[in-house]
């Protein structure tokens, strides 16, 4: 019986040690980018850019970045193994990024169909547009960091905490396909030593048409789905003071009861509480001011976004698929495209502050 198990535990560590040994012959992509090639070369060609990170026993971590041109992307991964002293891998993709440029004027879902033909890339990997060059960017020194790592945090936070709707490589996707729904993915730039989102890139089907700018963020998630967050969202009163409301939640609802008569309600409720104010005494007539401000901003800043959404003809509130969903027969995307463009889309926003914490 002793044998067997000594047996047992040489097995288990042989194992371990050749894991151990693959791993460290492997270069693990954890970003890459895409953008139109500068190099003189045709139209069609795409530039690449993959960064792999390379752990050293002392801690530091050496981001190796490699750069490649080519008409296909699976070309593009070919040609940077030629330069590579160990097999490139892209089991640990966590972002890819695509420049503007691509993606206003040559669509990006070929690029994104590469991603979703490998086995070995998970649908959660996120998806973003850089605002800037996005070989500049992964070149970047941003401190002692493995590049794909860190710009996949800041997206996962601002998503999960922030104001920033979920998106990855599963929903991009999916709102593609989908009758319904117009995709949208964060938009990013280099600023100073650090990756900041700028705001969100709105999609007609693969191509950018629209943007949406950070101060915006809060609205359209307003508009788009139900959340908590522990961001603040800030309102300036009428006597120049400011209140910042913490501990939001926001659920949406659709009021399709008058779709036949091309009309659609979207009502929005918001829960607060008031941490921050600048005057000197909070009362619950200032609380009502600071809830019927935030009420009226939010409104006029929804309806004003809904508009731009019909005049650029995208629906990224998916909007169409609720509807499809209550109508008999199913839903003509043609027709609804014409439709959607003329109808009176309203939103009514409600706010409740719930309590006031501290004031200054």
């Given at each position: 019986?002793?044998?067997?198990?000594?047996?047992?535990?040489f097995a288990l560590m042989l194992t371990g040690c050749v894991e151990?040994?693959?791993?460290?012959?492997?270069?693990?992509?954890?970003?890459?980018?895409?953008?139109?090639?500068?190099?003189?070369?045709?139209?069609?060609?795409?530039?690449?850019?993959?960064?792999?990170?390379?752990?050293?026993?002392?801690?530091?971590?050496?981001?190796?970045?490699?750069?490649?041109?080519?008409?296909?992307?699976?070309?593009?991964?070919?040609?940077?193994?030629?330069?590579?002293?160990?097999?490139?891998?892209?089991?640990?993709?966590?972002?890819?990024?695509?420049?503007?440029?691509?993606?206003?004027?040559?669509?990006?879902?070929d690029l994104v169909d590469t991603l979703q033909r490998d086995p070995?890339?998970?649908?959660?990997?996120?998806?973003?547009?850089?605002?800037?060059?996005?070989?500049?960017?992964?070149?970047?020194?941003?401190?002692?960091?493995?590049?794909?790592?860190?710009?996949?945090?800041?997206?996962?936070?601002?998503?999960?905490?922030?104001?920033?709707?979920?998106?990855?490589?599963?929903?991009?996707?999916y709102y593609y396909y989908s009758e319904g729904n117009d995709p949208?993915?964060?938009?990013?730039?280099?600023?100073?030593?650090?990756?900041?989102?700028?705001?969100?890139?709105?999609?007609?089907?693969?191509?950018?048409?629209?943007?949406?700018?950070?101060?915006?963020?809060?609205?359209?998630?307003?508009?788009?789905?139900?959340?908590?967050?522990?961001?603040?969202?800030?309102?300036?009163?009428?006597?120049?003071?400011?209140?910042?409301?913490?501990?939001?939640?926001?659920?949406?609802?659709?009021?399709?009861?008058?779709?036949?008569?091309?009309?659609?309600?979207?009502?929005?409720?918001?829960?607060?509480?008031?941490?921050?104010?600048?005057?000197?005494?909070?009362?619950?007539?200032?609380?009502?001011?600071?809830?019927?401000?935030?009420?009226?901003?939010?409104?006029?800043?929804?309806?004003?976004?809904?508009?731009?959404?019909?005049?650029?003809?995208?629906?990224?509130?998916?909007?169409?698929?609720?509807?499809?969903?209550?109508?008999?027969?199913?839903?003509?995307?043609?027709?609804?495209?014409?439709?959607?463009?003329?109808?009176?889309?309203?939103?009514?926003?409600?706010?409740?502050?719930?309590?006031?914490?501290?004031?200054?």
């Amino acid at each position: 019986m002793k044998r067997w198990y000594a047996v047992l535990i040489f097995a288990l560590m042989l194992t371990g040690c050749v894991e151990n040994r693959i791993l460290d012959d492997l270069q693990m992509i954890t970003v890459i980018g895409y953008d139109k090639a500068d190099d003189g070369s045709e139209s069609d060609v795409v530039k690449g850019i993959a960064v792999a990170p390379q752990f050293e026993r002392d801690g530091r971590i050496e981001n190796n970045v490699f750069v490649e041109s080519a008409h296909l992307s699976k070309e593009i991964r070919s040609q940077f193994n030629a330069e590579s002293s160990k097999p490139l891998v892209s089991g640990k993709l966590q972002v890819a990024i695509y420049s503007r440029e691509i993606a206003e004027t040559d669509g990006i879902i070929d690029l994104v169909d590469t991603l979703q033909r490998d086995p070995a890339i998970g649908s959660r990997a996120f998806l973003a547009i850089a605002n800037s060059d996005p070989e500049e960017m992964l070149r970047s020194d941003f401190g002692n960091v493995d590049i794909g790592s860190y710009i996949h945090d800041v997206l996962e936070h601002n998503s999960v905490n922030g104001m920033l709707p979920l998106t990855n490589l599963h929903y991009f996707l999916y709102y593609y396909y989908s009758e319904g729904n117009d995709p949208f993915l964060p938009l990013i730039e280099k600023q100073d030593n650090k990756v900041k989102i700028v705001g969100l890139a709105l999609f007609d089907g693969d191509k950018m048409v629209g943007e949406i700018g950070l101060q915006d963020l809060f609205t359209f998630k307003a508009l788009f789905e139900k959340f908590s967050s522990n961001d603040s969202y800030s309102v300036k009163l009428d006597n120049g003071e400011y209140a910042a409301v913490y501990n939001i939640a926001s659920k949406r609802n659709l009021n399709l009861a008058d779709v036949d008569k091309d009309n659609i309600e979207i009502k929005g409720e918001i829960l607060g509480i008031i941490k921050e104010y600048s005057g000197e005494k909070l009362n619950p007539k200032i609380m009502k001011e600071i809830q019927s401000t935030m009420e009226v901003e939010i409104e006029e800043k929804g309806n004003a976004m809904i508009k731009d959404f019909q005049r650029l003809g995208v629906d990224p509130l998916g909007l169409g698929n609720a509807v499809r969903s209550v109508t008999r027969g199913g839903l003509d995307q043609k027709e609804w495209k014409k439709k959607y463009e003329d109808m009176d889309i309203t939103f009514n926003m409600n706010v409740n502050i719930t309590e006031a914490g501290v004031t200054e």
